[in-house]
């Protein structure tokens, strides 16, 4: 325990690593600076007095504060918003959209029943939505796509790089210390050895994931200070108001597979960001082990992300090897960080499997941490003279 | 000694990995420039007509030539679309006999399905994407015709007296009557831009690690004591600036020779400011002379990111808290291309328009070089004085 503390001393008092946070943070802002969007405020403070589910007892307080001479542009947008709305989960038929994944990529067998099978599971949660009236909630109104984009893309997006990138490069500074101060010989003679491997993993997976909720709750401390959630934290992320682009389908809901609040569907995306950094931690690790050079071995960290976004891509989708690796590849980190946007729903055009975000993590991290063990293994046996 | 400096930059696995993320680079972000160009209809009609205009007209296109050139082609494409209606059953159908019929039937609010199907079938691969070249001969015709009003407008709406100047000034000399496509300018400066990021990245990696690596085994100590002395930091800021140089070299010829593939360089000699691009150029210049001054504006920036990565490199540790530094630097560097390499030298650049100066983009290049170029040679000769122990 003596010497993790010590590793973790070695890598926090690093005033680069330090330097590289405030630089990340500074980013941060600068994009939160850019998000003000008064008409989401207002929706989000009406929502204190009328509530965020569209009953009927919304649409008589929303009434009351009209009548009470609060008369503005964005309250008649609001009422107009949300006039005559219906539940858009009623009658709505999942099954085309998987019919329509499956004719323009062309798959059958295998891939085809899963694509089937996952549109026809999800076809009970939508049955199961529209009994709860789940998308009859406010959240931003008109402003929900784009807040939500905001929040769950853009800001969540950068912030999981950030942590990628943070972490990884802690990991590597870790695994490289004694190479780089050329201390090597000396630490792998001692009676803990090779053994030191150990802590010095835990400290800077450690530090990583502290490194990334550090920068998480910094910037959305900043983020939740500049927009107004407060009326709307329990409205469902199914609403009506809220949406996915999709080219091959056309717009459709965001349909989640649990129903989920924006509280709890931030909570669940935050701890998917932590399960993700440690998975780059985990990669950053086994090549560490592979790569003495601390510089080679997170440009080969870059190059190993690049290549599993590259090879689905350069492929041939015609044939069937091709779209099975485009549907695997969606199980790993770097794939599972690009779809950052889509995770806890039924997925898009690449994603074949139910709860894909979940299912990649699980397998990233059995993998990876196999790779760790397979590196420590040459490592430990491996001739520095 | 400098040769000994590149030798070290130049390792075989540097190379190999700076190969490696190039390639990656380029599936990922360059080569859609080159594999949809031109990207669909009217696309390829409008690049098609372009070219023929260049091949019959030269490098403009006056006044006689667009009337002998719009007429001839609209007679010979209506010709060709009649053709295809009467050989194809699914016109008589909708009762669509002639071209007259068809265009009744195009302007139509609320087609009926079979009507539909026979609109898109002069629209489609059967009829060889007839009814689109028809489009792009209405198109050029607009444009030629409507452009002198557009730059007018222009002039009402400008807020100052050199784009007012220079607006009349393209009026006057019908500047605008230049053949350069804007497919052919779009395709360019994205796959420029995304050109450039590539090269910093790749000036960044190769030319970083030299100095760190020296210092964190303390090798400089020993340097320091040898007959060249503490010159040596001045050699080393000497290979990586040529290190630098010649990559960007490499690069510009690799990449340069794979976009010569799309055949763009038939605009050579046309003028940028053109009835058929969409920006309108803060002075006269050709398609040729863009890519030398781009060129020129790459080399500028790759040799001051080199400078950059120098004195980082001088001042980290080693190579972890150095990559920590570059990072950041590299996002800065990036949004500066996209800011500098977008539309550069026309009305549309952000940076002209945000700070309304013409040749913004070598100033910020140039500024980027001379302030990096002039701190690190400050520290090199302040080296010479500096306690090492």
Partial sequence: MRIYWHELKKLLTSVAVWGFVAACLLFNIVIIGNSGDKYADFVSAVSKDTGYILDQSFYEKLARIAESGKQSEYLEQLQYETDGVTDVFEGYETKSIGERYIQVTGSTGYFAKLMLDKYSALQKVVNEKAKNDESLTLYFAGATHYRHQLLFSTLMGWLLTEGALVSGLLVLLSVGYEQIHGTESIVYSTKKGRQVLRPKLAASVSAGLGVFALLALLTFLIYFSVNEYEGVWRSSVSSLFNYRIDLVTGNRPFITWYSFSILTYFMAMLGMGLGLVLCFSLLAFGIGMWVRNSYIAFLVFLVVNAVTVVIPLQIPQTMPVGLAIKYFAVLTPTLLWLKHGIWFTDGDIDIVWKHFETLGLVVSLVVLTALCVLAVNHFKRKDFT | ?????????????????????????????????????????????????????????????????????????????????????????????????????????????????????????????????????????????????????????????????????????????????????????????????????????????????????????????????????????????????????????????????????????????????????????????????????????????????????????????????????????FAVLTVLCLYVFNDPFSMNNSLYKALGMIGIEPLVCGGVFIVFLAVSLYFVRREKEVEVI
């Fill in chain 2, 1 to 329: 000694m400098v040769w000994y400096e590149l030798r070290k930059i130049w390792n075989s696995r540097i190379l190999l990995v700076v190969a490696l993320l190039c390639t990656l680079f380029y599936w990922l972000f360059m080569s859609f420039y080159i594999d949809f160009f031109p990207n669909g209809h009217p696309a390829i009609e409008e690049f098609e007509y372009s070219n023929e205009l260049l091949d019959r007209y030269g490098p403009t296109l006056e006044e006689d030539e667009y009337v002998e050139f719009i007429s001839a082609n609209r007679e010979k494409v209506i010709a060709e679309m009649e053709r295809y209606i009467k050989s194809n059953p699914v016109f008589a159908k909708v009762g669509i006999s002639s071209y007259e019929d068809y265009e009744r039937v195009y302007k139509k609010q609320n087609p009926t399905e079979a009507e539909t199907e026979a609109l898109w079938t002069l629209l489609g691969k059967e009829s060889n994407f007839v009814r689109f070249k028809l489009q792009t001969i209405e198109w050029i015709e607009n444009q030629y015709r409507d452009y002198p009003r557009y730059v007018s407008e222009l002039m009402a709406e400008a807020t100052n007296q050199k784009e007012i100047d220079r607006l009349n000034a393209i009026l006057e000399t019908k500047e605008y009557t230049n053949i350069m496509e804007w497919e052919v300018y779009e395709n360019t400066v994205g796959y420029t831009v995304y050109l450039a990021i590539l090269s910093i990245l790749a000036v960044f990696v190769l030319v970083s690690p030299l100095i760190v690596t020296d210092r964190a085994r303390n090798v400089h100590l020993l340097q320091y004591s040898s007959k060249h002395g503490r010159k040596i930091l001045q050699k080393q800021l000497l290979a990586v600036l040529l290190s630098a140089f010649m990559l960007t070299t490499l690069l510009i010829l690799i990449f340069g020779a794979i976009y010569s593939t799309n055949g763009t360089w038939v605009f050579w000699h046309s003028g940028m400011t053109s009835f058929l691009n969409g920006p309108i150029f803060l002075f006269d210049i050709t398609y040729g002379q863009y890519i030398v001054l781009y060129i020129v504006l790459l080399y500028t920036l790759c040799l001051g990111t080199a400078a950059m990565a120098f004195l980082f490199s001088r001042f980290s540790r080693n190579l972890i808290t150095l990559i920590l530094k570059l990072m950041p630097m």
